[in-house]
């Protein structure tokens, strides 16, 4: 049988705060273990909580980006389960009344457009960790992490392949890194995502059993994880099983699913209204103020990026990828106007050593005002293409000017008639041949005498001017 895929997705974004969503604990990702706690993250009793502003501002910028209505009245739910990890026995959630509901965002699907539906986008805390040790029987629990504030971000069952599924989390994080109220580091688990994939055959209007996966921390591995379930689900079916509402994890050295836990519905959780938090009210005139704070968000820019600079779809597509990348180039346009030469030069050489090294664009120690510089030597004939992309590892490694680079290592391109002609002169008796073929009219061979020409200079001779001396000797 043939069937449609079907997925929504749960995102778990960490708001970039510095303490914890209902005390004063830090946020910091990596401190030793227990050592960001206090009273109200241990979850002793007495303690109360307090609600952190800055998180429901960002969580506030995040919906207005997200087309979502803004929930002027919103409250806080504890969520009951027991878990080692979660030491008050339930978590600050919201349930029925989210701060953010009914948005969408779009995404590029091939060379369409789709709209994914936003359900709701929620704050709450984020658990703690359980940490089992290779070797032993025991675990032990880091509850640094316990408390910290999450925007849960839940689409409509929207989604109908792994492709668009990894289409719309890219957009999502590089969403939230703009706004900059998520760093969408998925190995540190600041960017959590969790599918919910069910199949049903083609036609039939009522949904599957969804599967939930969790333990993935790469758009790779939520690909491979989602492919191994449709056809774990297609297999079941087609042999006339029934798949099972429970929640999966993703292993990756078997490179397959397995079995964590049976799915939970909501009346399993026993949510009720905190009753040590207020209602969260908001201000409609507070909204306002924080939506013209939003910033040029990546459709936006990339739109501008095709219409003011006159660049390819595809090249607006990358530099807006991340805004540290976008702002590198805009800085290096401003100082050396050429949109597309800097648009290869910041696709091809800087983004692979930025890959390498694992380092955002603004961090890069080639800087734009030293790209720009790189690329003016360039146009002034002082170095050839070539050479620039050839010694750029070497600036990107060093940080040296790209000027005084140049000078030291003896890097200066040959343009003077004299030198060259001399240098021409020689190839041409070296290769009489290929001189009578171009005479003949094999115009051709013109290639093969200009790598010469540029073999005996070292590779310092100008290839215009090689170029154009050549054609004036051979016409002569």
């Not at 059993?209 to 379930?229: C, G, H, Q, R, W």
């Not at 103020?289 to 936006?300: C, F, N």
């Amino acid at each position: 049988m043939t069937y449609e895929v079907v997925v929504g997705v749960e995102v778990h974004a960490q708001l970039r705060t510095r303490s914890k969503m209902f005390c004063g604990c830090g946020t910091t990702f990596g401190a030793a273990p227990n050592t960001l706690v206090c009273p109200v993250c241990l979850g002793l009793p007495g303690s109360l909580p307090v609600v952190n502003r800055t998180a429901v501002e960002m969580a506030i910028r995040a919906g207005l980006a997200l087309n979502c209505t803004i929930e002027t009245a919103s409250r806080f739910a504890r969520k009951n389960y027991f878990y080692p990890d979660l030491p008050k026995g339930y978590q600050i959630s919201q349930y029925e009344s989210p701060i953010c509901a009914n948005g969408w965002l779009d995404i590029q699907t091939g060379t369409a457009t789709k709209r994914v539906r936003i359900r709701r986008a929620h704050l709450e805390e984020d658990a703690g960790k359980n940490v089992h040790e290779t070797g032993t029987v025991s675990s032990r629990i880091d509850l640094n992490r316990a408390g910290t504030p999450l925007l849960e971000i839940v689409t409509e069952p929207d989604l109908r392949s792994p492709d668009e599924v990894v289409a719309y989390l890219k957009a999502l994080r590089d969403l939230l890194v703009y706004l900059e109220v998520c760093d969408g580091n998925m190995e540190e688990g600041s960017f959590r995502c969790e599918p919910n994939l069910s199949l049903r055959p083609v036609g039939q209007a009522a949904y599957g059993t969804k599967v939930e996966l969790k333990n993935i921390n790469s758009f790779k591995f939520a690909k491979d994880a989602m492919e191994y379930e449709i056809k774990r689900q297609a297999k079941v079916l087609d042999e006339g099983g029934t798949i099972q509402q429970e929640t999966r994890l993703w292993d990756l050295e078997r490179g397959q699913t397995a079995v964590m836990r049976s799915k939970e519905e909501a009346h399993d959780y026993r949510y009720f209204p905190d009753p040590d938090l207020l209602p969260l009210t908001i201000d409609p005139a507070w909204i306002e103020a924080l939506r013209a704070t939003l910033p040029e968000l990546p459709e936006a820019k990339q739109m501008r990026f095709v219409s003011d600079y006159g660049l390819p779809e595809y090249d607006a597509q990358v530099l807006t990828g991340s805004k540290a990348l976008a702002d590198y180039f805009e800085a290096c346009v401003r100082l050396f106007p050429q949109s597309k030469t800097v648009s290869n030069f910041v696709m091809g050489e800087l983004l692979r050593e930025l890959n390498q090294s694992g380092l955002s664009a603004d961090r890069s120690p080639v800087t734009p005002d030293r790209l720009a510089a790189l690329l003016q030597l360039v146009e002034r004939g002082t170095i050839s293409l070539k050479v620039a992309r050839d010694i750029f590892p070497d600036l990107y490694r060093s940080g040296a000017s790209p000027e005084r680079f140049v000078q030291e290592k003896g890097l200066m391109q040959v343009s003077d008639e004299g030198a060259l002609g001399l240098i021409i002169d020689e190839v041409l008796v070296k290769n009489p041949a290929q001189v009578g073929q171009y005479k003949s009219g094999k115009t051709q061979v013109l290639g093969f005498l200009v790598g010469q020409v540029m073999k005996a200079s070292g590779g310092k001779a100008n290839p215009g001017k090689v170029n154009e001396l050549l054609r004036e000797k051979l016409a002569g």
